[in-house]
């Protein structure tokens, strides 16, 4: 295993590049943070407007979550590459199809985490803001959703590794993430596969178990904040 990281850990980090286009561990990691951050806004917004009190805000809201939640991610993919741009007549690029694929679904579960977050406070906080003169936005941004965030951390930091772990559905549509490059080189390897795989797997699980890591450490950080505030 270690000769076979030797010879081939620049072209699992970075792919082709600067021979081609960026590829590998490099293309997974960006791709993934682009998703997310691109996403979250979006899912702010759906996630409060899961909760509005206006039912015209609420139910188109909660009819695009559940027929999204209710495709596979990699139906919506393959629609993406290939029955979009036979509808259009415009063709995306691999990078592009995946990343707008990955914002809708993560947006989507974004909203949900940010919804259910907004339901788990007490409905005084919301009218507590409001007796205070706050209008309802001013209530939401400035009570309501700094506490929900903070409660639904965990799961926003899950959602990040679910995002790392979609990338490799990539794979379908040729795009040169990290686990296109790993069969790449099986395929120069061919008596490593074993090996090959094995990498693969680590390097998910670094990423992967890193992230649940941080996010355990940041959620204690936050908590000991919190406590002295309660007292």
């Known amino acids: ?35 997310l951050l691109l996403a979250m806004p979006l899912g702010l ?12 805000v609420r139910w188109p809201v909660a009819a695009l979550v559940q027929v999204v939640r209710a495709l596979p991610l990699l139906l919506v993919v393959f629609w993406a590459y290939f029955f979009l741009p036979a509808v259009t007549g ?14 809708l679904f993560d947006a989507v579960y974004l909203a949900e985490i940010v919804a259910a977050g907004i339901r788990s406070l007490p409905k005084g906080q919301m009218e507590s803001a409001r007796s205070l003169g706050l209008g309802y936005g001013a209530a939401l941004r400035l009570v309501v959703l700094p506490q929900a965030l903070r409660h639904v951390l965990p799961s926003l930091v899950s959602q990040l590794v679910a995002t790392i772990k979609a990338t490799s559905l990539g794979y379908i549509i040729g795009l040169s993430e990290v686990s296109f490059i790993a069969t790449q080189v099986n395929t120069l390897v061919f008596t490593k596969a074993v090996e090959v ?12 178990f890193g992230l649940s890591r941080l996010a ?6 936050l908590g000991s904040r919190a406590a002295p505030a309660l007292h």
Not at 91 to 103: E, I, N, R
């Open 1 to 35: 295993m270690i000769e076979l990281i030797q010879d081939y850990w620049l072209y699992f980090l970075i792919g082709q590049y600067p021979n081609g286009p960026l590829g590998g561990l490099t293309l997974t990691v960006l791709l993934s943070g682009a998703a």
């Open 45 to 56: 917004l759906l996630g409060v407007a899961r909760v509005s009190p206006w039912r015209a």
């Open 197 to 208: 795989y094995l990498v693969l797997a680590l390097t998910y699980f670094v990423l992967c």
């Open 90 to 103: 415009v063709k995306t690029g691999q990078v592009t199809t995946m990343l707008m694929t990955l914002v």
């Open 216 to 221: 355990f450490l940041l959620e204690r950080r």
